[in-house]
């Protein structure tokens, strides 16, 4: 089972936002993260499409979150970037070859498309019990001062 | 998150092992599920790797089973399919940009790599708590006399 890398940028650049004051440019997202502003760019647009954040235009614009990061969840940015498809696709094995299951016990999903589903479910709610403000506050007491030394960077004059 | 559309193919395939009380030879495996035998026949070389299946030699070989389908779960077989690495790989990104992480912060997963494999570990709880026993049980209620004529059509005239 794999993952989107964008997953990990995004909601590193998402924790960001949540400690942010100001929209944050994707160019200091990008600093930050010592990655290229055109891969993290590819990234902030599916989380704009997908209505978590929104891009401020102008001098002082950037990107915001739509939502207090205590009401974003890892589960909403993991969907964000890797789709809302299921990680397991049940393609009806049972419908084939020369003994199909009959249309009667196709009504309900499949025994083994259900373990998978139970399973994602399982995934899904625990991604989805952790917010954005749960990793901050978490990195906060870990590392203290760290986000006054990242929020005083931020507001700094921005790099070209 | 995705997963291989072989884990599928893999399990019914395991499911029908488990039922089976004779070796099923691969081709048999494909005719029963609508697959061509060398498709299937890659991930069952998968599945012997791992040491989940063995195969017989012979005019009566086939593919078994290592150990009983009580002793089986799906979780095993999505991991000789897809694989043991997590789904979440962190590349350590608090390690990069003008604010790296400290070698002392760092001897512990990062906390978004520690979420990530939180909802990781419910999912493969999920799945550990099932196996080929269970599936086969509750298909085997859905659908009482299936596994009789799936047996009787296994124990025919091989195909050629």
């Known amino acids: 089972m794999k993952m989107s890398a964008g997953v990990e940028w995004a909601v590193h650049s998402c924790a960001i936002l949540s400690a942010a004051t ?21 990234h902030m647009q599916a989380l704009s499409h997908s209505g978590l954040v929104q891009a401020i235009e102008g001098r002082d614009g950037g990107y915001l979150l739509t939502r207090s990061g205590s009401e974003i969840s890892v589960y909403d940015i993991v969907q964000a970037i890797d789709g809302p498809e299921p990680a397991f696709r ?58 006054e030394t990242v929020r005083g960077w931020l507001a700094g004059t921005p790099t070209p």
Chains 1, 2 share one sequence.
């Open 22 to 42: 100001e929209p944050v440019p994707v160019t200091k997202l990008a600093e930050l993260h010592g990655v290229s502003k055109t891969y993290l760019a590819k």
């Open 90 to 147: 049940c393609t009806e094995i049972r419908q084939r070859g020369p003994f199909p299951a009959s249309a009667e016990a196709c009504k309900v999903p499949c025994g083994i498309a259900q373990v998978m589903a139970k399973a994602e479910r399982a995934w899904g709610d625990s991604l989805r019990s952790v917010t954005l403000a749960d990793l901050n506050a978490a990195f906060d007491a870990s590392s203290p001062g760290s986000w």
